[in-house]
């Protein structure tokens, strides 16, 4: 199910925040909440690989490592 119906905490939807929003929100690649859901894990993997504070920390210095781990954890090479 496409996430563009549903609308965000800050009163957007997410394909506002997909446009290039620097709200914390994750990139264009995110579609379905499964891939949400794929992301967070992502940024949660980088926040402990790394020692960062937060998952906003984590894409701001590790952004390579989230989008790589996060396309490894869709298509499933982590089973």
Same mark, same amino acid.
């Given at each position: 199910?496409?996430?563009? #119906?549903?609308?965000? +905490?800050?009163?957007? /939807? *997410?394909? $506002? ?25 992502? #940024?949660?993997?980088? +926040?402990?690989?790394? /020692? *960062?504070? $937060? ?25």
């Amino acid at each position: 199910m496409p996430l563009d #119906k549903y609308p965000c +905490r800050t009163g957007g /939807s *997410v394909a $506002d925040f997909q446009k290039g929003s620097d709200t914390g929100l994750p990139d264009r690649d995110v579609r379905t909440i499964k891939d949400l859901i794929h992301y967070q894990c992502a #940024k949660i993997i980088a +926040r402990s690989a790394f /020692s *960062v504070p $937060d998952g906003t920390a984590a894409k701001g210095r590790h952004y390579g490592f989230i989008k790589q781990t996060f396309r490894e954890l869709r298509n499933k090479l982590f089973t």
